[in-house]
């Protein structure tokens, strides 16, 4: 009787443990790279606002790097929402893929649904991108002349490369 009391005990331990390691291995790739602050965004109505210096003059300049990652299992799809028409204006949709991040270099506000492949539409089903989508900003930038402007730097990536590809780049977060 003692030893399947101590089996079952064993048999607890190690569930928990290995619950213990998921959660942390998750924590571990939810991690915003050091130096970006949960700044410069909103989310509102299940859209992700940008807004590249809205943290003060202190903060905030008119160029931001933004990492997002995608906390769910799913591929999620950004859709540019557009305010007005140009010629010069070009949507700035991604893709990210399940545990990945994105960097996006913008000096301009912009909002953005998040939609997950359903089959049933062919932009698909709408999600909250606040219950979906951890993001931060390099407020901070340094950018090279050849540099600003509003573009997806990087797809979809683990957070060691999202890094290395914008320094690579020539940007530096600070």
Request: hydrophobic residues 35%.
């Given at each position: 009787?003692?030893?399947i009391?101590?089996?079952l005990l064993?048999?607890?331990?190690?569930?928990?443990m290995?619950?213990m390691?998921?959660a942390a291995?998750?924590?571990?790739?939810?991690?915003?790279?050091?130096?970006c602050?949960d700044?410069g965004y909103?989310?509102?109505?299940?859209v992700?606002?940008?807004?590249p210096?809205s943290a003060g003059?202190?903060?905030?300049d008119?160029q931001?790097l933004?990492?997002i990652?995608?906390?769910?299992?799913?591929t999620?799809n950004l859709?540019?929402?557009?305010?007005?028409e140009?010629s010069?204006s070009?949507?700035?949709n991604?893709?990210?893929?399940?545990?990945?991040?994105?960097?996006?270099?913008?000096s301009?506000?912009?909002?953005y649904?998040?939609t997950?492949?359903?089959?049933?539409?062919?932009h698909?089903?709408?999600?909250?991108?606040g219950?979906?989508?951890?993001?931060?900003?390099?407020?901070?930038v340094k950018y090279?002349?050849?540099?600003r402007?509003n573009?997806?730097?990087?797809?979809?990536?683990s957070?060691?490369s999202?890094v290395r590809?914008?320094?690579?780049?020539?940007?530096?977060?600070r």
């Open positions: 009787m003692k030893s009391a101590q089996l064993s048999l607890v331990l190690m569930v928990s290995v619950s390691v998921y291995k998750k924590d571990n790739l939810e991690r915003s790279p050091l130096g602050k700044i909103a989310f509102d109505l299940n992700l606002q940008i807004m210096g003059e202190d903060e905030g008119d931001s933004y990492f990652f995608n906390r769910s299992n799913h999620i859709y540019q929402m557009r305010q007005s140009s010069q070009v949507y700035m991604s893709v990210i893929r399940p545990q990945t991040w994105s960097v996006l270099s913008s301009e506000e912009v909002k649904i998040c997950a492949h359903d089959g049933k539409s062919s698909g089903r709408i999600l909250d991108c219950k979906n989508l951890k993001v931060c900003e390099y407020a901070r090279g002349m050849n540099n402007g573009y997806r730097l990087v797809r979809s990536t957070r060691g999202a590809s914008v320094i690579w780049y020539g940007i530096i977060p």
